[in-house]
């Protein structure tokens, strides 16, 4: 009962923030004890007071700083709360300046992202050309279909095209990057592992080590049960 009592009026000296509104709390306290017949005597004896060294607290130096957001009403209350343990809150605002004025870009597009492993199908056959480019996909293909246009003998799908009689054998529009990467070893790595995964290429890449080549066969195997 004792502890009720302390608990009760310690919380409204903490919470109450005007002398007013501490004494109306402490008035409606009393009024709650004398019903469940509290001896008066006994209410007084343990009503929680602040002392004197508790009082010079509050100009102490604070052991710690807490920053929260700033909450009208709320923020002021927790400040208080925590006042009596030497705890310095610091509010911030939810929304700064930065995030109002600040213009948000908008995201890239697939193709427009650098450093793309791409595939580009043919309509005609099941043959792929994977490739990489440390530029995006938009501007390599652009390439591509001049090359094709040229009947460029060096480049894989250029030649592709001349051996199907100049049809329209390539399917620029399913054009599409599989993977991103802005290191070259990663995207030639890339390149070869995709490369190898496919059935019929047009591309010639790097050999890739044992270790890969092992997972590759574990991975066709599971797709042809």
């Known amino acids: 009962m004792a502890t009720t009592i302390r608990t009760l009026t310690r919380r409204v ?63 002021e209350t927790i ?17 700064t300046l930065r995030q109002l004025l600040t213009n948000v870009k908008d995201k890239d597009e697939p193709s427009d992202r650098p450093g793309a492993v791409y595939k580009i199908k043919c309509c005609d056959c099941q043959a792929t050309y994977i490739g990489e480019t440390g530029r995006n996909l938009n501007v390599r293909l652009t390439e591509h279909k001049r090359e094709t246009r040229n009947g460029d003998i060096n480049n894989h799908i250029a030649e592709h095209h001349l051996k199907t009689n100049n049809s329209l ?31 019929t290429t047009l591309n010639r890449c790097q050999q890739l080590p044992a270790t890969y080549k092992r997972l590759i066969a574990d991975n066709n195997k599971t797709d042809t049960q």
């Open 13 to 75: 000296q903490l919470v109450c923030d005007s002398p007013e509104s501490l004494t109306d709390e402490i008035k409606y306290l009393d009024n709650v004890f004398n019903k469940n017949n509290y001896n008066r005597d006994f209410i007084r004896h343990n009503t929680y007071r602040n002392s004197e060294p508790n009082a010079t607290n509050t100009n102490a130096t604070p052991v710690t700083t807490a920053t929260k957001p700033y909450i009208k009403g709320t923020s």
């Open 79 to 95: 400040a208080r709360i925590l006042q009596p343990y030497n705890i310095r809150v610091a509010h911030r605002p939810i929304t």
């Open 169 to 199: 054998s390539i399917d620029w529009d399913s054009a599409e990057c599989v993977t991103y990467s802005t290191d070259y070893y990663q995207r030639i790595t890339l390149e070869s592992w995709f490369t190898n995964l496919e059935q």
